[in-house]
């Protein structure tokens, strides 16, 4: 059974950053393919980025590119997203998943998911 926690939510203003952590237990962390999705409200589920279990390999949303990081530290079987200037439009559930696969960036391909952490922004 592989459970996923995060955390790093909150109340922000737009322009300034926050750091959301995933940690992983139950199965090897190494080899398992992440990735961060969102929902706001009355919206679907939404891609956000992704990272392969070896190779370094990312992905991101077109609506986070460029302002968004993802990365994993496997000797804490935590996976980061570091989100750089915040937008009111990046309010949402975010929730961590992982996927028994090398890289993964559809939402029907991951196996398990966290219970998702509130993120709001402030105008």
């Known amino acids: 059974q592989v459970q996923l926690v995060e955390s790093g939510g909150g109340l922000v203003q737009a322009g300034t950053s926050l750091r959301l952590s995933c940690v992983v237990s139950g199965r090897t962390f190494s080899n398992l393919g992440m990735g961060w999705f969102r929902q706001a409200p009355g919206k679907e589920r939404e891609f956000v980025a992704a990272?392969?279990?070896?190779?370094?390999?990312?992905g991101y949303g077109d609506s986070v590119k460029d302002r968004f990081s993802i990365s994993r530290d496997n000797t804490r079987n935590t996976l980061y997203l570091q989100m750089n200037a915040l937008k009111p439009e990046d309010t949402a559930v975010y929730f961590c998943?992982?996927?028994?696969?090398?890289?993964?960036?559809?939402?029907?391909?991951?196996?398990?998911w966290g219970q998702g952490i509130q993120v709001t922004v402030a105008s």
């Open positions: 998943a992982a996927a028994h696969r090398v890289f993964v960036t559809l939402e029907e391909e991951y196996d398990y």
């Open positions: 990272i392969a279990w070896i190779g370094g390999q990312t």
